[in-house]
């Protein structure tokens, strides 16, 4: 499952980056706090395929599609 994959108001546990990720956005996903263990909760879902809106800690983010599917995580 990928943080794509996240319903609405469900929270997941990051597994890890997908390593076909391009070297420079997993390295900026990781400053940003996407590492292993961490609780990420999906705060929103976009129309049209538009970005899906995460919380990550205190922060809130939009990720696209092509990057959201390269964040593994499991269901909590």
């Not at 696209?64 to 599917?69: D, T, V």
Request: net charge negative; aromatic share 6%.
């Amino acid at each position: 499952m990928t943080v794509w994959d996240i319903p609405s108001k469900k929270s997941a546990s990051i597994t890890d980056l997908c390593i076909s990720m391009q070297s420079d956005v997993a390295i900026r996903l990781q400053e940003m706090g996407f590492e292993e263990g961490q609780l990420i909760t999906c705060i929103k879902r976009t129309a049209f395929n538009g970005p899906t809106i995460i919380q990550l800690g205190d922060c809130v983010y939009s990720l696209e599609q092509s990057i959201a599917n390269h964040v593994n995580v499991n269901a909590i």
